[in-house]
């Protein structure tokens, strides 16, 4: 069977994700892929545990995209048709023509037009009760959307936990929730640390899909606002205070899996001091990788954040401290993954580094 998997425009880490999550996925247009599976089941529990994942739509096998063949598959009050295809098409499906052909045909119902390709919103599709179309014109397919995210469980973790402040600079959920499963590896019984743990954003969502979970900071508010969050959730962690360049202290050889945003820096800094920050975290992240070879398992993983800076004439960045001594202790599986908030000022890189 195949499927049509929608993604958020702002997860730039989104084809990363489905590259490691789903195997034979491809992508089909700017923010939707296409992947197969065996049933509706699998498929949904394939995406549901993505951070990119907005909805799913599967072909509708053996029925051509016409208004008759349409109005036969619609069960709900209201309904909504796309076009996947480019090209002059688009006015007319935009004009509602071929949803009031499809209403014509029914003789009730009201259809509801999408402001582009991507279709319907989750939250009109859920609260409107919607069933959901797309057809590809050129290629005669249809396609039914099947699932959308859990969007009121994304907003309870982004807003309503004990600790949690947008304002602060920390992930996003579905940010968090990409960077864990950058991580090649089943969950189960895997143990998945961020040693700069803030306010337990990462272990939330590491949490939430099955890893034991572990964390530490430098800092006791941190340590205690990351156990208050993930216990609002219903979940337990060992989280401690502790130094991330001294992790191996605690963990010898045990890690699966490190997953992190560091300390990035003091922010809303003048252009003048960003060259004097950047020398600083550059030790700070290389003790921190060097001690790391000591906690991981042999091919063990890290997925972690290193900063971009610019001062307006120089960009600093601070991944190339790979590219030295550590190459001896990790591989290099991924660079150059890029992330930022679009008013913040600075822009974030993700690696994924494999222990040897």
């Not at 995406?47 to 599967?58: D, E, P, R, T």
């Not at 396609?143 to 949690?164: C, G, N, Q």
């Not at 602060?168 to 960077?179: D, E, N, Q, T, V």
Request: proline content about 4%; some cysteine; charged content about 25%.
């Amino acid at each position: 069977m195949r499927f049509l998997l929608f993604v958020g425009a702002s997860n730039t880490l989104a084809e990363t994700e489905i590259e490691t999550q789903i195997q034979g996925s491809k992508g089909v247009s700017p923010n939707v892929f296409e992947f197969e599976a065996d049933s509706n089941e699998e498929a949904i529990l394939l995406v549901s545990k993505l951070g990119s994942s907005i909805k799913l739509a599967v072909e509708v096998k053996n029925v051509s995209p016409e208004p008759q063949s349409i109005a036969d598959l619609i069960q709900l009050k209201n309904f909504s048709i796309s076009n996947l295809s480019d090209g002059s098409n688009d006015s007319v499906f935009y004009r509602g023509v071929f949803n009031q052909d499809v209403k014509n045909v029914l003789e009730k119902g009201r259809f509801i037009l999408a402001n582009d390709t991507f279709g319907l919103s989750p939250v009109i599709l859920k609260k409107h009760k919607v069933d959901e179309f797309f057809v590809e014109l050129v290629k005669e397919e249809l396609w039914k959307t099947i699932w959308v995210h859990d969007y009121e469980h994304w907003i309870k973790k982004d807003r309503s936990m004990p600790f949690a402040n947008a304002k602060a600079g920390i992930l996003p959920p579905k940010i968090a929730r990409s960077m864990v499963n950058l991580v090649p590896l089943n969950p189960d019984g895997k143990l998945l640390v961020d040693p700069f743990c803030g306010s337990g954003r990462v272990l939330v969502e590491a949490a939430e899909l099955g890893y034991k979970v572990a964390g530490s900071d430098i800092l006791e508010s941190q340590c205690k606002e990351t156990n208050a969050n993930l216990q609002y959730l219903g979940f337990d962690a060992d989280i401690s205070l502790l130094d991330a360049t001294h992790l191996s202290d605690k963990f010898k050889n045990s890690i699966d899996a490190i997953v992190t945003e560091p300390f990035l820096g003091k922010p809303n800094l003048r252009p003048d001091q960003v060259k004097y920050l950047v020398p600083g975290l550059k030790k700070l992240y290389l003790g921190a990788l060097k001690d790391w070879l000591g906690a991981l398992k042999a091919g063990g993983y890290v997925v972690m954040v290193l900063p971009i800076f610019s001062d307006g004439k120089a960009i600093y960045k601070t991944s190339d401290i790979i590219d030295g001594k550590l190459e001896q202790g990790y591989n290099m599986l991924k660079r150059g993954i890029l992330y930022s908030r679009p008013e913040a000022d600075v822009k974030r890189e993700i690696v994924i580094l494999q222990k040897k």
